[in-house]
């Protein structure tokens, strides 16, 4: 089963240590969602890519946040600096868009959990 | 007030119980989302859905738009089926999802 991968599924990190998490969407979805998740909330879009594009950032992504999609394949997400208040999982999603601009399937990762102590 | 909302919050059934989860949004979609979260994190979709209903097993997910409403029924529910349930809508042009808060459902044996 080559669904949505995601790694490390977890990372503890000291305050104002960087992290990067990765991403690997189903091989031929062209969208990639990154979105963050703290307890009891529903998840908070951070980002998204159409292919290499970045085609939005969330007001949630500070300039401590940045992420990539070389080649339009996998995604990397790195938090510089982390805070305390980064603490929650960060998910990530993948979708085919094809002839319909919206509306299609969405596939989930299982997530990374990241605690800053 | 959030783009999204649910409710209950939590619920709590007996096993066979029939359980409804709702869910209310105030912006234009393409789609409408039902999904699972397990304790652990992994997300699942159950439903995308435009218009109508649509029912996969034991569960049953309808949509208003007109009212801009959507249900989610679990009949004969089981133990198994405990978990957070979400609705989320895409916007136009992009997949994007706006997640409500969940809905945290526990069924007792």
């Known amino acids: 089963d080559t669904g949505v991968s995601q790694n490390p599924r977890h990372k503890i990190t000291k305050r104002g240590q960087n992290v990067t998490f990765r991403c690997d969407p189903i091989?031929?979805?062209?969208?990639l969602y990154w979105y963050r998740q703290t307890l009891g909330q529903g998840p908070e879009f951070l980002t998204y890519f159409q292919n290499e594009a970045q085609l939005e950032k969330s007001r949630l992504l500070s300039d401590r946040f940045s992420a990539e999609r070389p080649k339009g394949s996998f995604s990397t997400l790195e938090i510089q600096r982390t805070e305390q208040g980064d603490s929650a999982m960060y998910l990530c999603?993948?979708?085919?868009?094809?002839?319909?601009?919206?509306?299609?399937?969405?596939?989930f990762g299982e997530g990374s959990w990241l605690t800053v102590v | 007030k959030n783009e999204v909302e649910q409710s209950p919050q939590n619920l709590t059934a007996q096993e066979g119980e029939f359980i409804t989860i709702n869910c209310s949004y105030s912006?234009?979609?393409?789609?409408l989302h039902w999904l699972q979260q397990h304790p652990g994190g992994g997300i699942v979709s159950l439903f995308m859905?435009?218009?109508g209903k649509k029912k996969h097993g034991r569960l049953i997910a309808t949509i208003n738009i007109q009212e801009k409403h959507s249900s989610l029924h679990i009949t004969a529910s089981h133990p198994r089926d405990s978990a957070v349930y979400i609705c989320a809508v895409s916007l136009y042009n992009t997949d994007k999802l706006i997640f409500g808060t969940g809905t945290r459902l526990q069924v007792f044996p």
């Open positions: 999603a993948s979708s085919l868009a094809s002839y319909r601009s919206s509306g299609n399937t969405i596939y």
């Open positions: 859905l435009s218009s």
């Open positions: 912006v234009g979609i393409s789609a």
């Open positions: 091989s031929e979805h062209n969208r």
